[in-house]
C-alpha cells in the first residue's frame, strides 16, 4: 500500500455520523440475549431454535420476546453496518488519494483477518462465532460487488430476498399438508453444535467448536442468504449517505422502520407462540425459513429506527449525556465489546468452566445477558473517558494496514473500522 494511503488516519469525532455508533452500541444488548440462550446447556433444546421448553410464566415471557424482537433480527443489522462501513472506509481513503486497487487490498486484508479473529475466537470461548461468517461474506461481496453500479447491487438484493420469500412460502406448506413429522431435525442439528457447551473437558470443548466453527461461517456467512443480502443493501445506502444525512431520507427511513419491524415481529410470532406453547403447530422447524427472511427485515428497520433518533437527537443541537455518550462509545468499540460478551460469558456459563449455567433458566438467562452487555457499556465508556480505542479495533487495524499509525492506540473517536462487526 502506497504511503499516502497508510498515512489517512482515522476519521475524527466530527465526521463520525452517529446513528451507526449508537446503533452498534445498543444492538449489542441483542446480541448478548440473543447468544447466551444457547448456553443452558444443562437443559435439552426440547423448543424451537436453541430455546428449552419454559419451566414457567417469565420463562415464557422472555422466550417470547427474544424469538420475536431478538432472534435472527440483530445479525442482519450488524451486516448492513458492515457492509456500509466498508463503503465508507473505501471511500475515505480513496478520498484521500489512495489508489483503489490498494483499497481493495487493504479490505481485503480485513476481512482476512476477521477470519482468523474469527477462528480463534471460536478456538478459545465461542462457537457461534460470526466475525469468521462476515469476514468470509466481506471478501466474496468486495470481489463481486463493491465496483458494480447501483442498479446492480438493487437488483441481486431483490433477486436474493425473492428466493428467501419463496423458500419461507414452500417451507410453510408441511403446515398445510400435515400436523406431524419432521419437528424435530433442527432442534437436533442445532444441538450437535452446542454440545461443546455441556463438555466438561477444555480441550473436548474447544475442538467440538472449532468443528462447529466452519459450518457456522459457510452458512451465516453466504448460504444462509441474509448476510449477502444486507450488505449489498449496506453497500446502497452508504452510497447515499442515509445515516451521515438522515433528515434528507426521513421518507425512505420512516417506511423501513416502520414497515421492516413491523414484518420483523410479525414473522417472530408464529415461532414465539409455538415454542411458548400457545400455538400447537407441527412441524415446528417449518417456521424457521419464515422467522429467518422476516428477520432480515426486522434488522433493517432496527437500523432505519435509530436513525430516525440520532437524527431528532442531532437536531436538539444538546451536548450527549452520560446514556448516548456510553452506547456510542460501546459502537466505536463494537468489536472488542463484541468479544468481551465471550470472555464474560463463556468461562462462567459453561460446563467446561465454572458451569453456572445449570443453575439458569431463561428468564434469569436474560437478566445474566442484560449485565453482562452493562458491564462491556461501562468498559467502553471508561475507555473514552480516558481517551482510548478498544483494544481489538487496535489490533485489527494494526495487521490490517501495512505500516501500524502511531495515533492508532489513543485516538478517543476516530475509529475508522465503520465495518466492525458483531452478530
Known sequence: MSARTASRGPAGAGERALAPDLARGFMLLFIALANTVWYLWAVPMGGLGAHPEPEGPLDAVAQFFTIVAVDSRSYPMFAFLFGYGIVQLATRQEAAGADPKDVSALLRRRNLWLLAFGFVHALLLWMGDVLGAYGLAGLLMCWLFLRRRDTTLLVWAGAITGVLALLSVLSLLPLALSQSGGEGSAAD??????????????????????????????????????VPTAILLGFWAARRRILEEPGRHLVLLRRVAFGGIAAGWLGGAPTALTQIGVLDWSPGDALSMLDVTTGMMGGLGYVALIALIAHRIQRRGREPGVVLTALTATGRRSLSCYLAQSVLCAPLLAAWGLGLAAHLTSWSMFLF????????????YALERTGRRGPAEVLLRRLSYRRPLREAATAPSGDEDQERTTR
Open 189 to 226: 442439528f442445532m444441538g450437535s453444535l452446542a454440545e461443546n457447551i455441556g463438555n466438561p473437558s477444555l480441550l473436548g470443548a474447544a475442538l467440538g467448536r472449532i468443528t462447529a466453527w466452519p459450518l457456522i461461517v459457510l452458512g451465516q456467512g453466504v448460504l444462509g442468504m441474509v
Open 369 to 380: 445477558a442484560a449485565g453482562v452487555w452493562l458491564v462491556t457499556v461501562v468498559f467502553a
